[in-house]
Each structure stands twice: as C-alpha cells, then as structure tokens.
C-alpha cells in the first residue's frame, strides 16, 4: 500500500517487525489451493500457494503488509515516525505493529470469516467506528474473499485513492503483468515491468494484475470493474518486496458501507490470464440471463 511509499526502512532499523506464532494463524484448503490468515494481525491473508507447495507467494514482513484493506481520509494530525500522515483504517494493525482487533472468527472447512476493528497506520489507536469484515471461500483455482468496510464515524473525508486491496509480495516475484489496452479479453500482448519505488501507476483493463518470477510463474489478482492499479517493489534486501494495489477514487463519509469482491489464483502467466477470462465470461453470462419468470 502507499503507506510504504516512504520511510519504509526506518521499520528495519528500529527493529518494527512482528512475527506470529502457528497457533495464530488459520488456512483453507481444497485440492488445488492453500490460503491462510494471521488472526494475530487483523486476519489479514498472509499465506497464499498452490496445495502442497513449500513456498509462500504472499509477504507479511509487518503489520502493513499482507493482502488486506485498508482505506484512506483527511490528514488527522497523526505522524507516520515523523511524516505527517492521513486518517488510515488498516486491518493488520499501525506502523508500530500494534494489531488491530479481530471481534469475531469463525470458520468451517469451506469458509474463513472475520470481523476485524482496524487501526489508525500513524496515530495507532483502535478505530471503533470502522468495522471491517472478510469472508473467504476456495472453488477450484480461485480463491474468493468477500471484503466489506463500514464507516460509521461523523466526518466527511475528501475523495481518495483507495486500495482494493493493497496485495504484498515475495520480492522474487518481480515482474508486474497486465493487459493494458484498449482491446480487453480479446488475447492481446500483455505488458510487462519491474516496477521500481516509490509508487507508480498502471492501467488494467482485464481488471486483473499478476507478479511473476523468473520463470513466469507466480500470482494473480482479479478485482471485477476496477480499472487501475498502483504498484512499487521496495528492493532493501532485509525486506524486499513486491506491491501492489487496484484503486478506486471514493470519499469516506458518514454511513459509508463498501463492499467488493477480490479472487486470487496462482500458475503460469498464461494460466492466470485464462482463469480469469473464464471467470469474467461466466459472470458476464450471469448478468446477462433473464429473470426467472413465476408464470407457469
């Protein structure tokens, strides 16, 4: 997220990490798929693979990290170590790795749900007129996480970029693929970079983004009807990594309730693509089919 932008290292060396133990964290599983949240940090996702396999996708170096939301308002007098920072509800927790609340867990063999208070990222304290909610399910190669926000507070915050949602890396996943075009789902080059740090944009016109490594291997991110993305990759070598996050323009403001639906999967370039494709012509079907009738 782009409260990395800046100062990330400063985390490094006042030694701000955190770590959880097994017991802490939880996972779903089907044939194809892992995932896994850390219920010590806001239950936010942190773990993310193919079934059975040794290596981690996803980072959760700190409380910011991880896939999780986190949503953006005025400047509230809060100071990020010694940067002047914004009204910033996270669900893992503040800079200073203080973790936010998880209110209520539970979870059966095909679903992960948690209702989490956040945090403030610079001020730290607990934002109890912010709920956030995450409910997960796995179907086949996907991985679907339900997000929802409720802001209940009294002030009205200007319109910002807001992270939907902000998705951290293993830092060998260095390649950001999308398609940026104006000819969607039609197969189509793909565009490819290593983006470099601070923050840069990019379009993605599949509504899907993707990190891959060396081998064109590695992560992807469908969030339907969003359009663009920011990303970075932080390259200190004690805490690498890869970021991105699709972004939607919108104001906090009293009684706000948003809700959006990310799907993640895993494989080669090309499978990801193709996933995706699949599912956005399976909900396009969807859409389009008729009401049901109650005329006999």
């Given at each position: ?155 009205t915050h200007k319109p910002r970029h807001q992270e939907l949602p902000a998705v951290f890396v293993r830092a060998e996943y260095d390649t950001l693929v999308t398609y940026t075009g104006d000819a969607p789902w039609t197969g189509a080059e793909l565009h490819r970079r290593k983006p470099g740090f601070p923050n840069e944009s990019v379009r993605m016109t599949e509504n ?89």
């Amino acid at each position: 997220m782009n409260i990395h932008s800046v100062l990330l290292f400063i985390l490094v060396s006042l030694g701000i990490t955190g770590t959880a133990t097994a017991e802490e964290w939880a996972y779903l599983d089907n044939s194809y798929l892992r995932i896994g949240i850390d219920k010590s940090r806001g239950a936010c996702i942190g773990y993310f693979a193919p079934k059975g396999a040794k290596e981690n996708l996803l980072d959760h170096f700190d409380t910011g990290r991880f896939l999780q939301q986190s949503y953006y308002g005025d400047p509230d007098g809060s100071q990020w170590v010694d940067k002047p920072w914004v009204y910033n509800p996270v669900q893992g927790g503040s800079y200073k790795n203080l973790p936010s609340k998880v209110t209520e867990y539970h979870s059966n063999p095909n679903t992960l749900f948690a209702k989490i208070t956040p945090r403030n990222w610079a001020g730290g304290q607990l934002l109890s007129e912010v709920t956030m909610t995450e409910t997960i399910t796995l179907d086949d190669y996907f991985a679907k996480i339900d997000f929802e926000m409720n802001y209940d507070g009294t002030k009205t915050h200007k319109p910002r970029h807001q992270e939907l949602p902000a998705v951290f890396v293993r830092a060998e996943y260095d390649t950001l693929v999308t398609y940026t075009g104006d000819a969607p789902w039609t197969g189509a080059e793909l565009h490819r970079r290593k983006p470099g740090f601070p923050n840069e944009s990019v379009r993605m016109t599949e509504n899907w983004v993707a990190y891959v490594n060396k081998d064109d291997v590695g992560i992807g991110i469908y969030v339907p009807g969003i359009t663009e993305a920011t990303c970075y990759r932080y390259q200190e070598a004690t805490s690498a990594c890869s970021y991105v996050a699709p972004i939607k323009t919108f104001a906090l403001t009293p009684g706000l309730k948003h809700k959006y639906t990310v799907y993640l999967t895993c494989g080669s370039i090309e499978q990801i693509r193709l996933r995706f494709k699949v599912l956005q012509a399976s909900s396009a079907d969807s859409a389009s089919m008729p009401a049901p009738s109650n005329s006999p």
